[in-house]
């Protein structure tokens, strides 16, 4: 039995080198992703385009105005002539946010009374604008101690000093790629283990498979196999190009890493078997693959938190796979995360792996008869 699941998997391995659109798929594809998408797939906002209507032009209008136009994230500024040209500018989208000073500014500031400011953001891009206006809020906060100081208002009677954890230097990369190595690895297993069988059965070879001495459960644990393989070496370099090349730290345990790599994949694999027992093409399975893994993206945590969703929704997100490698991959990345929590994610993960795994080994002995 041991020789025969051994030819299958080398079988299998080959296959699947040989095949150049499924060797382009497998090998460079992820590669270039989680290249591309850390720096691509960021919640920082660069490039600003600012517009600015002043109306004052008095000193404190001009310094608060240089102070946006200084600004790191800001490379476009345009001065437009009047409020009339604020609908139009922000409808063509050529700004993304507009400094509105009125008239009064530098006297009430001057007088010691409050001065209001307008900011006008593009509402189209909720998570940008609201990025946007806490960049807006630092520069005139900082404009309002600095005046103060200038004018003998003394130190303020507290002070907040914030320490970020985890991501001290709030790295963009080191926020993004850990919940993109989950991804691309969920990627890679569901997409190898959905193409095995359809593939046979495009390629005209699936008959001669089941004629060989393999049994059906042979047949399914080698493919399965194999399919674990390349995607634990894919995951292993996407690892690497993660630690080394894009400098993200791994303080975790790898070896704990690699478990629930393990447990992740046997859940997304044994999915994916069951999506290409029941596909008659490779593009039927390309399909199904998809069609899992859009929604369990969206709920794994990784662009959105899971504590922003309702209830409901999270009691039904503990069947998703996806949530809990992402947790596991995050934590090992950037917070040497206890086993004991890694366990409390493991469990679900072997579980979800039984179930789907047994459910594509049924489907594919089943459809045999």
Excluded: C
Excluded at 209 to 216: D, E, M
Excluded at 272 to 291: D, R, W
Excluded at 292 to 311: D, T, V
Aim: glycine fraction near 8%; aromatic fraction near 8%.
């Amino acid at each position: 039995m041991l020789r025969r699941l051994y030819a299958l998997i080398v079988k299998e391995l080959i296959a699947n080198w040989r095949d150049k659109q499924t060797r382009m798929v497998l090998t460079i594809s992820p590669i270039v992703q989680i290249l591309l998408f850390s720096f691509a797939a960021t919640q920082e906002v660069r490039n600003v385009s600012l517009a600015v209507v002043n109306q004052d032009w008095g000193g404190e209008a001009r310094e608060l105005v240089a102070r946006f136009e200084g600004a790191p994230t800001v490379t476009d500024v345009r001065h437009l002539r009047g409020v009339a040209e604020i609908a139009p500018t922000i409808d063509a989208r050529k700004a993304m946010m507009i400094l509105h000073i009125g008239p009064e500014f530098s006297r009430r500031v001057q007088e010691g009374k409050t001065a209001e400011v307008q900011l006008i953001l593009d509402g189209r891009h909720s998570n940008t604008a609201q990025i946007l206006q806490g960049y807006a809020t630092r520069i005139v906060e900082q404009f309002n101690g600095e005046l103060a100081a200038r004018r003998g208002g003394g130190r303020p009677a507290s002070l907040v000093v914030a320490r970020v954890w985890f991501n001290p230097n709030l790295e963009t990369l080191w926020s993004t790629v850990p919940g993109l190595f989950a991804i691309l690895t969920t990627v890679v297993g569901i997409m190898v283990s959905s193409l095995v069988v359809a593939r046979e059965r495009e390629l005209g070879t699936f008959e001669q498979l089941l004629v060989s001495p393999l049994s059906s459960l042979e047949i399914v644990a080698g493919k399965a196999t194999a399919a674990l393989l390349i995607a634990l070496a894919l995951s292993t370099i996407m690892l690497l190009l993660a630690a080394f090349v894009l400098r993200v730290p791994v303080i975790g345990s790898v070896p704990l890493l690699y478990l629930g790599i393990a447990a992740h994949l046997g859940a997304v694999i044994g999915l994916g078997l069951f999506i290409s027992s029941l596909a008659a093409t490779q593009q039927q399975a390309i399909i199904g693959a998809f069609t899992f893994m859009a929604p369990s993206f969206l709920l794994s945590g990784f662009a959105s938190p899971i504590e922003n969703m309702p209830g409901w929704l999270r009691a039904v997100n503990e069947l998703n796979p996806v949530r809990h490698f992402v947790l596991i991959s995050k934590g090992t990345f950037l917070k040497d995360i206890p086993a004991g929590v890694v366990i409390d994610h493991l469990w679900p993960l072997l579980a979800i792996a039984l179930v789907t795994l047994s459910a594509g080994a049924w489907l594919f002995r089943h459809k045999l008869h």
